[in-house]
């Protein structure tokens, strides 16, 4: 596949970049090697110091990162800016809390002393996706650079320039150029990269056949992999939550980055004596978003990055209308072939549909009646997916409660599902496994190894009586 930069706006190319050979690949991988043997060496606060200066350059530049996220994958530049916001806030999280996290940790045992002692493993291989361009791998980069780790990047092929920007800000912030490196590499490399003993971990966000088949390659060479797939989210409304808000928060959370998210509220479980009415309210706050040019200040939401995810969308829609979903809000393509697609609400979605069981990429509301709180829990639950869910009650101890039973990383009560530094985020089922972020998320590139000491014996050896 080309590496180039497509604007899914305007449909035209605007960058090609030729891809590194393996030599070249393999050059960087070595001069990260080496540097995975001294940046170890560094205390955590000059590491802190890089974070921090990372951070700051990511908000002094946030205007321009947000245009280049809208030129490469169709983000509006008002959210383009606040996920380079958000991108700093990260950096800023684990400089602060990093040493804090792989503090020793003393454990009681039969020794003189005993504990955990966290060190780094080494090179780490990120492949991410295009979706969120920066975050995505802040969210790695951030707590495994701090951790003493060192990083190669795999960015997806269609947005190079920003993955080669995030590279210029970290050696920008002082950060030995060798401990963080972008390689314009095809999918087809990654494989070899993974085999190769250097490369001591692999973290991936992306689709279950990519996470399949990286974890697949690290398994067979025996390499510690953390994956974030796909999701088919759950947003429970019960009958007693506060429908207009529920409503209005459905619309925003469905129609995140155009609903190219992962944690992006897809399946709305509404209890039956409200359904109507809660489509009624979602149709009209879809129908209020704004679309146009991912530079106007104005646009809410743009086009799909490419135009054959817009096919692949509508074609999912026309399958499970003709497996018996109807549309609420018909929304789509203008035309086969282009990347703009349109708020769409399917209702009447069961067992047996597209709708049903696949995740869609896009801003398509899948619409599904529960019996009552109990049946929404077991529609929710009954998914392959299990990243993120949101419940809507004003009985917040019901919803903690049914928070327990919902099969998913995390889960949200009365708000929409969001990733934080604070929190750790990641899924289980085919939605992947592992943690980012968070103290869980810096200790998944560490070797938490026990250290055992024994007691002191006194000079000359046991004394005697």
């Not at 030729?18 to 560094?42: D, E, N």
């Not at 802190?48 to 490469?72: I, T, Y």
């Not at 279950?208 to 088949?213: I, K, Q, S």
Request: proline residues 6%.
């Amino acid at each position: 596949m080309p590496i180039e930069s497509y604007n899914p706006y305007t449909g035209r190319v605007l960058k090609r970049f030729r891809p590194f050979s393996w030599a070249k690949t393999a050059r960087i991988l070595g001069q990260a090697h080496r540097a995975a043997a001294t940046w170890p060496a560094t205390s955590f606060a000059h590491r802190a110091a890089v974070l921090r200066r990372a951070g700051a350059l990511l908000r002094e530049r946030a205007p321009a990162l947000a245009r280049l996220m809208a030129l490469e994958m169709g983000k509006p530049v008002a959210d383009g800016r606040a996920e380079a916001l958000k991108c700093a806030a990260g950096c800023d999280y684990y400089a602060a809390h990093g040493e804090e996290f792989l503090a020793d940790e003393l454990i009681a045992t039969d020794a003189g002393r005993s504990f955990v002692s966290c060190q780094p493993l080494g090179v780490v291989l990120a492949v991410m996706p295009w979706n969120f361009p920066f975050w995505q791998v802040v969210r790695f980069a951030a707590p495994a650079l701090m951790a003493g780790n060192v990083g190669l990047l795999k960015h997806a092929s269609n947005v190079p320039q920003c993955a080669l920007a995030l590279e210029k800000i970290f050696h920008d912030a002082g950060l030995p150029p060798a401990c963080f490196r972008t390689l314009l590499i095809g999918s087809d490399l990654v494989e070899q990269l993974i085999a190769d003993d250097r490369v001591r971990a692999v973290t991936l966000t992306g689709s279950e056949p990519a996470g399949a088949a990286v974890a697949a390659a690290a398994g067979r060479h025996i390499k510690k992999t953390v994956l974030e797939l796909g999701g088919s989210d759950p947003f429970i409304v019960l009958a007693d939550a506060d429908l207009a808000l529920a409503a209005k928060t459905a619309a925003q959370a469905r129609m995140i980055n155009a609903g190219q998210s992962c944690i992006a509220a897809k399946r709305f479980i509404v209890e039956k004596p409200i359904v109507k009415e809660f489509v009624a309210q979602l149709k009209t706050h879809l129908l209020a978003q704004r679309t146009g040019d991912p530079l106007d200040e104005a646009t809410q939401y743009g086009p799909l990055a490419r135009p054959d995810l817009a096919d692949e969308l509508a074609q999912q829609v026309a399958d499970s209308v003709a497996q018996g979903a109807r549309l609420a809000l018909a929304g789509g393509q203008d035309r086969p072939g282009t990347a703009l697609f349109r708020p769409a609400i399917l209702t009447h979605v069961k067992p047996g549909q597209r709708a049903y069981h696949e995740e869609f990429f896009g801003p398509v509301a899948l619409v599904l009646e529960a019996r009552d709180a109990a049946d929404a829990v077991r529609l929710a639950n009954d998914s392959r997916f299990g990243l993120g869910a949101s419940i809507w009650t004003q009985d917040l101890a019901k919803g903690e409660a049914l928070a327990r039973q919902v099969e998913s990383g995390a889960v949200f009560v009365n708000s929409m599902v969001k990733s934080m530094p604070e929190l750790p985020f990641g899924g289980i089922k085919k939605s992947g496994y592992g943690r980012e972020l968070s103290r869980l998320g810096i200790r998944e590139f560490v070797n938490q190894k026990s250290v055992w000491i024994g007691k002191a014996t006194p000079p000359g050896g046991a004394k005697t009586e």
